[in-house]
């Protein structure tokens, strides 16, 4: 009886699909960052055609003009805001993204957690040690639950879940609440304005009030550039065509990493 009852246990279990552990959770959550990396890495490059645009839109004090070519001075704050602007594209697509990736997932709103057998969709709890989960179970998996299929089977509310989140961390990031971008760039603009009037033997008109005027000049156009990238183009991230390639051409590389997670 005993004997009989392990055979019809085990039998239960070898039909009974598994969930998604957390090795598997944290491994789907630092392959989904990888490919919105460069999605980061665009929208960015948003922000420095913004700034390219409208940080210079003022006139150059004669305190500067008279030592400093104009050109020299642009150059070197639109050189400086471009390292900046690299250096926080490699920390918002590093542990940020891939933490916040993870509790879209994982541990928000319509986790993917939980019981994959009620009702049952697939004949087996995970497949044989080297092999992958088929596609056939990924379109059978409609329902929300723990298992890799039904990642795969959702992947499209997944992705809109992660736009989102990415959103939502870029905006933080351009407000002074968070203010992460906000701080560096600022920093930026300053250091780098004081550095060329140093470089020119100008340094002694860095605290005259008309170059102090222009240096919070400048920081005023990068802190409006900021808030026009946060309100218009965050929030289109990943709706213009342009961005469709970065956004959404991965799908057949993302599905077989899924897939091959028991």
């Known amino acids: 009886m005993f004997k009989r009852t392990l055979l019809l246990l085990s039998t239960l279990l070898v039909n009974m699909a598994l969930a998604c552990e957390p090795e598997c959770r944290h491994g789907l959550a630092a392959a989904f960052a990888g490919f919105y990396g460069p999605v980061i890495q ?10 390219s645009q409208t940080l210079f839109n003022i006139t ?25 602007l690299e250096l926080f594209v490699n920390q918002a697509s590093g ?4 933490d916040g990736i993870f509790a879209v997932m994982f541990s928000e709103a319509n986790p993917f957690k939980g019981d994959c057998n009620h009702p049952a969709r697939l004949t087996r709890k995970m497949p044989p040690t080297g092999e992958s ?10 329902y929300i639950c723990g298992n890799p299929p039904s990642i795969c089977h959702f992947l499209d509310d997944v992705k809109a879940r992660i736009v989102n989140r990415i959103k939502a961390q870029l905006s933080g990031y351009a407000t002074f609440d968070n203010g992460f971008l906000v701080r560096n760039v600022v920093q930026t603009v300053k250091m780098t304005t004081d550095a060329v009037l140093d470089d020119y033997g100008a340094g002694s008109q860095k605290d005259d009030p008309n170059v102090v005027a222009f240096k919070n000049a ?26 469709k390639e970065a956004c959404d051409g991965w799908d057949e590389e993302i599905i077989p990493e899924i897939l091959k997670w028991p």
């Open 60 to 84: 150059l004090p004669s305190q500067i003009s008279s030592t400093v070519p104009e050109d020299i001075l642009r150059n070197g704050v639109a050189n400086s805001l471009s390292e900046t």
């Open 218 to 243: 400048l920081i005023s156009n990068a802190l409006r550039s900021l808030d026009t990238w946060a309100e218009v183009d965050v929030k289109q991230l990943c709706n213009r065509p342009g961005q």
């Open 95 to 98: 542990k940020p993204l891939e």
């Open 133 to 142: 989960w088929y596609r056939e179970e990924c379109e059978k998996m409609d």
């Open 42 to 51: 665009l929208s960015v490059e948003d922000l420095k055609n913004t700034f």
